[in-house]
């Protein structure tokens, strides 16, 4: 444990944390807990889990500190409630999780707790992987297969930026256009395919049609070097201010209102921000 990480430092997170746990365990009580706390289960609270990761992931990148320490918080709730749940059925508790994730950190820094020396990230990096196969029991050679860093990638990000680093991986492993046009010809018989799917009432290939596209126009995004999760992102927020300056300009409820003077409030928002932009 680091010397800066004192005793009287120590003492006041644990405390801290201990508080979370029982104000969390009183949320469950069958005797006078929430009853929304007690109807949720590990799967009910996936969603939560994305959701608080996004909010704090938000908050960083705006820098606000205050905003930063409540969303951390929010996701640290979500952390104490699946070991709250977990423990209520004997399966595990946060005290399995901290360890866990304790001694992984020392197993796979041996150049900081044994006695590896390294002199790179990279070579820091070689060793993590090295240690991970043999963790999970897996030879160094399975974990170089295309397949393998593929699933790796659609397990452990949301499918924007999964398809972006799979598009990217595959193209280091020679599957990759020979032009800009190939790639927008590929996307145009997509979309097409699409178009035809959405003619039937079948929506399971309707959704496969969908995914082809969404995939396709990823790999556009990234022959232009763009990245496709920021650009929507940046779409969403546009939305929404072109939606709040509308709302400014009404004088009244937008559901009042029909769609012909809806189009006018959008172009008069988007003409107000164009302007503030260029000013």
Not at 106 to 128: D, L, S, Y
Not at 238 to 245: D, E, G, H, N
Request: proline share 3%.
């Amino acid at each position: 444990m680091s010397q800066s990480f004192n005793q009287n430092q120590s003492t006041a997170v644990l405390e801290a944390v201990n508080n979370l746990i029982e104000v969390v365990a009183q949320l469950r009580s069958p005797e006078g807990g929430c009853p929304w706390d007690l109807k949720q289960t590990p799967e009910t609270l996936i969603p939560y889990i994305i959701e608080e990761a996004y909010e704090v992931v938000d908050a960083i990148k705006r820098g606000n500190q205050k905003e930063i320490v409540e969303e951390l918080g929010d996701l640290l709730l979500q952390v104490i409630l699946q070991a709250q749940i977990a423990g209520e059925k004997q399966h595990f508790s946060l005290k399995e999780i901290a360890q866990g994730i304790t001694e992984k950190l020392i197993r796979r820094h041996p150049h900081v707790f044994g006695n590896i020396e390294v002199e790179t990230v990279e070579e820091v990096r070689k060793n993590w992987e090295e240690i991970k196969a043999k963790e999970k029991g897996e030879t160094i050679e399975k974990t170089q297969l295309l397949s393998y860093k593929l699933s790796r990638y659609a397990r452990s990000n949301p499918p924007l930026i999964a398809g972006m680093k799979m598009t990217e991986k595959a193209a280091e492993f020679g599957f990759e256009w020979d032009n800009i046009e190939q790639v927008w010809g590929k996307f145009h018989e997509e979309l097409k395919e699409f178009e035809e799917a959405v003619e039937t009432e079948n929506k399971e290939h309707q959704k496969e049609e969908l995914g082809d596209v969404l995939f396709t126009l990823i790999n556009v995004a990234r022959w232009y070097d763009l990245d496709p999760f920021e650009a929507l992102q940046d779409t969403n927020q546009k939305f929404i201010k072109r939606l709040s300056l509308m709302e400014k300009f009404a004088d009244r409820p937008l559901t009042d209102y029909n769609l012909e003077e809806l189009d006018q409030f959008w172009d008069q928002a988007k003409k107000y921000l164009k302007e503030q932009k260029s000013s």
